[in-house]
């Protein structure tokens, strides 16, 4: 048996339902919500266990499911396209994949956006200069605008780890102590 199966048919499942809300979202005119409506699943998704558990327990009917999604749905006031889509997840016990859909939206949203997310993690926060510095310097290296995830990583020391797409920049000061560390093993 492949065991990248059970993740890839949960990819499927929530690309599927992903390009629904996204077009039907589109359609409506209503895709800044929307992205603010992730940004909001997210840190929810993050902060809440019981949401996580919610989400994702074969103990809850689907009824129970799909009341407490939609309860949720009308206090984070979501567009209806990412309400009716939820609770239609609810109703197909598909609500597992939320945390797959809410990234796969995110990247739909910026791509129809033209733009493109990196991963920043740096050893202390970045002041909202230094952020749209950065961004600023992605944006004339890749030709497209960037939006940045920033966290830190207080074990960096120094510098920054910036993530976009498949490639990688690491200025830490932790990989370069790595790196002499490395090299100094070579020597000795």
Do not use: H
């Not at 492949?2 to 359609?27: C, H, M, N, Q, W």
């Not at 998704?45 to 019981?50: G, H, P, Q, W």
């Not at 009824?63 to 889509?85: R, S, W, Y």
């Not at 991963?119 to 605008?145: C, F, H, P, W, Y």
């Amino acid at each position: 048996m492949d065991v990248s199966e059970p993740a890839s048919i949960s990819s499927g499942i929530a690309v599927r339902y992903a390009t629904a809300v996204f077009e039907l979202a589109k359609e409506a005119k209503s895709l800044a919500p929307l992205e603010a409506n992730l940004d909001d699943l997210s840190a929810a998704l993050d902060a809440s266990a019981e949401f996580r558990a919610l989400i994702g327990s074969p103990v809850l009917s689907r009824g129970d499911q799909g009341a407490a999604i939609t309860a949720i749905a009308d206090k984070m006031g979501l567009v209806p396209e990412l309400k009716n889509g939820l609770a239609l997840m609810a109703a197909k016990r598909r609500l597992f994949v939320l945390p797959q859909l809410v990234a796969i939206l995110g990247r739909m949203i910026a791509e129809d956006k033209g733009e493109v997310s990196a991963e920043v993690t740096s050893a202390k926060a970045l002041s909202k200069a230094q952020a749209n510095k950065l961004a600023k310097t992605l944006k004339a290296r890749i030709g497209r605008d960037v939006k940045l995830k920033a966290t830190v990583d207080e074990s960096l020391i120094g510098g920054l780890v910036v993530k976009v797409g498949s490639k990688m920049i690491d200025t830490s000061i932790r990989s370069r102590l790595d790196s002499l560390q490395n090299a100094m093993k070579e020597v000795g």
